[in-house]
Structure formats: C-alpha cells, structure tokens
C-alpha cells in the first residue's frame, strides 16, 4: 500500500505558514525538501493518504487529494493539497456512503433464503426453492426451520399466489413455508403454516388483508400476525449475529460505511450492543427501535445508546402509517385507479398515531413515521406537527424546533397531496425517500393512481430539496447499492435495464431528477444530518470518523451516466480501517 506516515497537527499549519512566507517574500519555487523533511517523521497512531481527487462539494483551492487519519480515534486530522508527495494511492475518493432507510438483520437473512427477485414464473419460484432445499439439511421445511424467502411479486408472476401453488410440487409438500412479498407487507405461506392457523382465520382483520382470491395463502400487513404469532421456530440471537455480519461484509462491498436501521425491536437492539465491539461489525448503525407490538409506547423496553466510536447509535422510533402501493395497502385520499372499491387501509388510527408521536417526543426521541400514500402521509404531518407543537416553546417557530433539534422524518413520503407538501415544506419535515423505489414502481405506478396523483404527488425529490431529503434503498426490498440509488435519482431510469418504462424510455417524470451533488448529499451529509451525527459523518474533514470511498474513476467528470450503474468499488473504509478491497484475481480481501 502506498501510504506515508506523518505527524502533522500544528506543524503542518506551521509548514503551511512558512511555506506562504517563502514564496511571497523570498521567491523560493521548490519547497518539496521542506515536504520530505516532515514526511520522514512519523506516528505510529498517523497515517497519511494521497489519491489522484478528494470528493469535497465546497469549492476549495487548491483542490485536497490527501487526508491524515489518527488511527487511534478513526477521525480525520487534516485534509490538504500536495504536490509534492509523488507516491499516492490510485484511485478517486468519495466520502463514506451511507443508506438512510434499510434492514440489517432482513438483508443478512435473505442472504440466508430463498431469492425470489425477478422470478417471472411460479415454476421459476418452486424451482428456486427446491434448489435451496437442495443446498440445506433435512431439517430445512419443518416445523422447527421454516424455509424463508423474499422477493415475489404478483404483477410479474402473472397473479396472486396461492398456498396450493406450491403444495402442488411433490418436493414441496407438507413443507413450512413463508414467501415475503418484494415489499415485505404480503408473506405467502404453504399449506402446511396454514393448517396451524385452524379456525383461527377471521373474515377481515384492521389495517390488513387476508386475500381470499383465488385462494388462500396470502397476508397482508396487520394480517400478517396471524401467522408470525405461529412461527414459534423464529432464529435466535446467535443466528441473527450471523446474518448481522454477513449483511455488513455485502453493504460494504458497495461502498456503505453506515445505514440507518429502520425498525429494530428492543432485544435485537441487546443484540447489536454485544456484537458492535466485534472486528465484523464494519457498518455503523443508526437505529429505530420498533415495539413488539407495532404502533405502541414501550419507554420500559427502550433506552438511548450512543458509542463513542459512532458505531452504533439508537434515539429514534419507526411508527407505521400504512402499507405498501404494490399490494394496495398504501392509505390514499382517493380509490385506486385500477382498483377502485379500495382506498388502501391505515395500520393504525389517526388519534392513536398523533398519541404515539406526542408520547414518544416527550420521551426525548425523534419520531420517524412509515407513510406511502396521500392519507398516510397527512394523517403522518398531522401527527408530527402534533408532536412538535407539544416539545416547542411557545416563542420559537415550529420548523426552526423541527430543524435544530426534532428533526422528525417520514420514511419513504412517497404520495404526498400538494397541500401537504406545502406543509412538510413550512414545518421543515425530513423526507426519507428510495430513488430505486420510483424506478421499480414506474412499470405500473401510473396505472394504480392516474396520471394525475402521478404528475402532483408522486416520488417527489427535487420539489423536497429544501428539506434536505435522506437518501436510501429499503433493502432488501431493493438492492442496498447506492450507486444505483443516485442513477436512479439522477435520470429517473431503471439501474438494471438503463432505460425507463414505454413512453418514457429516457427517463420517467424527470422533472423531480437530481443532479450529482445533491445525490451524493443525499447518501452522505443528508443521513448524517438526519441520525445526528452532525458533521462527524458523510465528510471528508478535519475531525470527522475516517471513512472513504476508493473509486477507480472520478465520477464528478463523467458525461455518460450509465457509468454510475455499472461502477465497482474499490475500497472501503471506516474509522480509518479498510473492510473492503477489490482483488481482481481473488475476489476480496478487508484489512479488519
């Protein structure tokens, strides 16, 4: 590695100093000697790195392409110019990129599972999972081990599933199945979960759906408590650790140095606390802590946690407004457009929403609140206001409270009515919002809510700039990598295909597109802002936690975008330790 240790600190501003003073005074042009001098002493705790650019947005001159890291704290030092050190790393550097809308422990189990993304068939999704079984024990498919998978989706298996579908399969039969919908608001279950639930199926369950057509076998959102309750075989906390490091060795493969966790109960909460101090965990965390029982106040279960070394951190609560457009379940003002005898349906009423944002506020947490459709998302600003009206002094403007120090959020703020992005705009409400989410739906979005609710409320970005909006994925609902999110932000395209659904081939409603500054800030300063961190993190500055980005081009100069989609990444580091390296004949390697 090629790499220079030195002690800089106050001699490097002294260097600085006198190197002005020589040049103006004395006309001295060669000052590389004084350079070598200082390079050639050393710290053990410091080490210094040089790459052909830094990504910095302020415009600085001349340009940074090195940083000192004290390796002791994983913070940045110093971060300057230099011509004069002709040994750097190859590479362009970006600032440690962050996911501000994921699921730790969902991804690290479906990269235990069966992968039913893209499966355009039911046949293809028996197949796959004969082919996990195929790889796995005999006890996998049993009451004691569930075969688990996520991925499917209706629209393109040509109808909604059934538990006969798969019951069909001789391989298959009497297996204990549970299939999550691409979403992760429907689970398809086989017959044999099915049977555990007897006589215990009701005709209609609130904020949820038990579909009936053409069969049995699929549950919706609340519904889908009918059948967790009985999956008494759920992993354990060892298997969670497990599926926690996994999870992190793939997010830092694309370049992620932290996420947000959105939804983590209480005991997986303990879980991370006894694992973060392992040389795995190589993501920082920034939790929301979600009650067993969804949309309740559980002060007793809860505490705030905060390392020193910006590893972890938990001082939120995700609340759930409503469910998912793919499955109807988001909560409109209106019918749906294809699906007109249905609105969608809210997961919990709108007096008990503005309680729990009000409770929780009080309790010294910021209040992150699920919301994807219009109804949703009033009923979500309504209960936010609520919560900042009861914090704020009376003297002092709600969206300076909201800005300073609540900084509330609604996650995913997907269908928003103009009235109430007028309000998000006045209270200065943060928008989490998916880019790859718009670029996935756009296949059938406009067929679900008109070309109307389209053009004035849908997959917002640019119009909720001033908010500073958080950028992420949702994965595993979408891939977690964020370069695909900032193609997807900046042409409003597919990442996978590279072109948009008919009629908008180069791109789908682009007036909401972003350029690449705001992207990036969208997956660095944005949901650093949004956990807390404040300027600790998404940066590349003095005294902020030492994580990059090694890129092998300076995407800040390329003019053909599809670049973006395809881009590999070569390094990762955080807190000033490199967890991942791209080796082009071994595969990977991480220095932990």
């Not at 215990?200 to 959102?221: N, S």
Request: hydrophobic share 35%; proline share 5%; with cysteine.
């Amino acid at each position: 590695m090629a790499s220079t240790t030195l002690a800089w600190g106050l001699r490097l501003a002294i260097l600085t100093a006198s190197l002005a003073y020589l040049l103006n005074h004395f006309q001295i042009l060669d000052t590389s000697s004084l350079v070598s001098d200082l390079i050639t002493s050393s710290s053990s705790s410091e080490k210094t790195y040089c790459y052909k650019s830094l990504y910095i947005p302020e415009a600085i001159t001349p340009a940074p392409n090195c940083f000192t890291v004290n390796t002791k704290t994983g913070k940045f030092i110093q971060v300057f110019s230099s011509t004069t050190i002709t040994e750097s790393e190859e590479g362009h550097v970006l600032p440690g990129l962050w996911d501000g809308h994921g699921h730790l422990i969902q991804y690290g189990e479906f990269l235990h599972s069966v992968d039913l993304f893209d499966c355009t068939s039911f046949e293809e999704v028996r197949q796959r999972i004969k082919k996990y079984l195929a790889s796995r024990g005999p006890e996998v498919g049993t009451r004691q081990e569930w075969i688990r998978g996520i991925g499917w989706d209706q629209g393109v298996l040509g109808g909604m599933p059934t538990a006969d579908l798969l019951e069909g399969d001789e391989e298959l039969r009497d297996k204990y199945i549970m299939l999550d919908r691409v979403d992760v608001h429907c689970a398809w279950v086989s017959r044999a979960v099915l049977s555990l639930l007897g006589d215990d199926i009701p005709k209609e369950v609130e904020g949820g759906e038990i579909v009936r057509e053409p069969g049995m076998g699929v549950f919706c959102d609340n519904a889908m408590e009918l059948v967790l309750s009985k999956w008494d075989s759920k992993p354990g906390r060892e298997r969670k650790k497990q599926w926690v490091k996994t999870a992190m060795k793939e997010l830092n493969k694309v370049g992620l140095v932290g996420i947000h966790d959105a939804g983590v109960l209480p005991e997986d909460v303990e879980m991370y606390e006894e694992t973060v101090g392992e040389k795995e965990w190589t993501v920082r965390v920034y939790a929301m802590y979600e009650c067993p029982e969804r949309n309740t106040f559980c002060p007793e279960l809860v505490r705030k946690v905060e390392r020193e070394d910006g590893m972890l951190k938990v001082r939120s609560v995700k609340l759930f407004a409503d469910g998912a457009l793919g499955s109807w379940g988001s909560a409109m003002l209106e019918p749906y457009t294809d699906k007109p005898e249905t609105e969608g349906s809210l997961l919990v009423n709108t007096s008990t929403l503005t309680t729990l944002a009000r409770q929780w506020s009080k309790a010294g947490y910021q209040v992150n609140i699920h919301a994807i459709g219009d109804r949703a998302n009033r009923y979500a600003i309504d209960a936010l206001e609520s919560g900042l009206r009861g914090l704020c002094p009376w003297d002092k403007p709600m969206k300076e409270c909201q800005e300073e120090e609540q900084l509330y959020r609604i996650e995913h703020a997907q269908i928003i009515h103009p009235d109430d992005q007028t309000r998000m705009h006045a209270l200065g409400i943060i928008p989490s919002i998916q880019p790859t989410h718009a670029t996935s739906d756009m296949a059938y979005a406009e067929k679900r809510l008109g070309r109307k609710r389209i053009e004035t409320e849908a997959y917002r970005m640019r119009s909720l700039l001033d908010l500073n909006p958080i950028l992420g994925s949702d994965f595993p609902v979408e891939p977690p990598n964020p370069f695909e999110g900032i193609y997807a932000a900046m042409t409003r395209r597919n990442p996978h295909t590279g072109i948009g659904p008919p009629g908008y081939e180069k791109g789908w409603h682009t007036e909401e597109v972003l350029d690449l500054n705001q992207a990036l800030n969208g997956f660095t300063r944005a949901p650093a802002r949004g956990g807390f961190y404040g300027t600790t993190a998404g940066v590349i500055k003095e005294g902020a936690f030492a994580d990059w980005v090694v890129l092998d081009q300076d995407i800040t100069g390329i003019q053909d975008l599809d670049v973006l989609r395809k881009l590999s990444v070569k390094e990762t580091w955080v807190g000033g330790k490199r967890v991942y390296a791209r080796d082009e004949k071994k595969g990977s390697k991480e220095d932990l």
